[in-house]
C-alpha cells in the first residue's frame, strides 16, 4: 500500500510542478504585485494564493469535487465568478496611472496592506477554474479513493506547500530593484500589458468549455 501512495504522490507532484510552470492568472497576478507593490505585497500575496489551495483540497477531500464536476450548474458559477474576478483585476489595472519608483529607496509610491494583498492572492486562486479542474482530476483520477484520509490531507499540505514556496521565489526575482527598475520605465504601458492580460484570461475562462 505504501508504495502506491508513493506512486499517487509521484503522479501529483509531477503534475504540480507543470501546472506551476504554465502561465495563469497566480503568475499574472504575482508579476503585478511585484512590479508594482514590491517585495512584501508580492510575498503575502504568494501566500494568499498557496492558502487558496486549501479551498480546492478540502472540498475534493470531502467529495463535494466529485458533485462539482457532476453539476455543471456548480461548475460554471465558479467558473464565471472566477472570470468576473480576473476582469474586474484587468479593468483596475487598465485604470492605473503606472508606477514610479523613488530614486533614494527604490519603493513604490504605491500602498497596499497585508491583508489586501493576501486576499487577492487567495481569491484569484480559489475562484480560478484551472486550479478547479486540475484538483479535481488529480482527486478523482489519480488519487484512490481509499486512500487514507491523512494521506490525502499530506497531499494537499504538499501542493499548499509547494504552490506558496515557488510564488514567493518568483516574487523575490521579480520584486528585485533592476527588474522593478526595468519595468517602471514602461510606466502605465506594463499596467495597461498586465490589464489586458487579465481581461483576457478572464474571457478565456468565461467561455472555456
Given at each position: ?8 504522490f509521484?503522479i501529483?507532484a509531477?503534475?504540480m ?51 462539482i ?8 458559477i ?7 474576478y ?32 493576501f486576499?487577492?492572492?487567495f481569491l ?19 488519487i484512490?479513493?481509499n ?8 497531499y ?16 523575490l ?13 514602461f ?23
Amino acid at each position: 500500500m505504501e508504495a502506491l501512495y508513493l506512486h499517487q504522490f509521484f503522479i501529483l507532484a509531477a503534475a504540480m510542478f507543470i501546472a506551476l510552470l504554465s502561465p495563469g492568472p497566480d503568475f499574472a497576478m504575482i508579476v503585478k504585485q511585484s512590479i508594482t507593490y514590491g517585495k512584501r505585497s508580492s510575498i503575502f500575496t504568494s501566500i494568499g494564493i498557496g492558502l487558496g489551495i486549501s479551498v480546492h483540497i478540502i472540498y475534493s477531500i470531502l467529495g463535494i469535487g466529485l458533485i462539482i464536476s457532476k453539476s455543471i450548474i456548480l461548475f460554471n458559477i465558479i467558473k464565471y465568478l472566477g472570470a468576473a474576478y480576473l476582469i474586474y483585476l484587468g479593468i483596475q489595472s487598465l485604470k492605473s496611472k503606472g508606477i514610479k519608483l523613488d530614486n533614494k529607496d527604490k519603493s513604490t509610491n504605491k500602498e497596499i496592506s497585508d491583508l489586501k494583498s493576501f486576499t487577492s492572492g487567495f481569491l484569484c486562486n480559489a475562484l480560478n477554474p484551472k486550479a478547479t479542474l486540475f484538483f479535481l482530476s488529480m482527486f478523482t483520477v489519480v488519487i484512490n479513493i481509499n486512500t487514507p484520509l491523512y494521506i490525502q490531507s499530506l497531499y494537499g499540505l504538499f501542493c499548499i506547500l509547494a504552490t506558496t514556496v515557488w510564488f514567493i521565489f518568483v516574487s523575490l526575482i521579480l520584486s528585485h530593484s533592476k527588474v522593478r527598475n526595468f519595468f517602471s520605465k514602461f510606466g502605465v504601458w506594463f499596467d495597461r500589458t498586465v490589464g489586458f492580460v487579465l481581461i483576457g484570461l478572464g474571457l478565456k475562462v468565461a467561455f472555456s468549455k
